[in-house]
């Protein structure tokens, strides 16, 4: 397997990995909104309740109710709090350099293919002027490529 089919594996492993790890936070974010919402939503109720036991009643149960009620509240802003504090940066950090990592290698490679077509295309280009000395400057490069692509197996 050659340097570039290595890079472009790892970059699309990393990338897969950086999908699933952001779509993890998303998942656990939704969770808690959702408890959240449970939460406020029996706040509410509670709420409601202890607004109609204070009209019916005494203090006392109507007190309790609202204490309660404000309880949940307290616990969905909290539930909301975390889900914001999540983040998924520090997570993918280490994903992220990899994959940067080997664009560069690649982006290298590149390069170097490019230096080495030059040069093969500037030798054959002096062939008409100079065919004996120009083997040996066309032959240079053409045995490099083989090398390389021999080393890299």
Known sequence: MSRLSKNLVTIYRTERLIARRRLGVVQQQTILM???????LSAVVLLN???????????SPASAAALLAF???????????????????????????????AIADIEDELE???????????????????????AATLLVPLINLLIKSRSDK
């Open 71 to 101: 309880g949940n509240i307290v616990f969905a802003g909290l539930m909301v709090l975390i889900a914001k504090r999540r983040n998924i940066d520090d997570e993918v950090a280490p994903a992220v350099e990899v994959r940067d990592m």
């Open 112 to 134: 170097e293919m490019t230096a080495e077509a030059k040069e093969v295309v500037q030798a054959v280009k002096s062939i008409g002027s100079n065919p004996l000395g120009s």
């Open 34 to 40: 959702g408890i959240a919402g449970i939460a406020a």
């Open 49 to 59: 309740v202890s607004l109609f036991l204070a009209f019916q009643s005494s203090m």
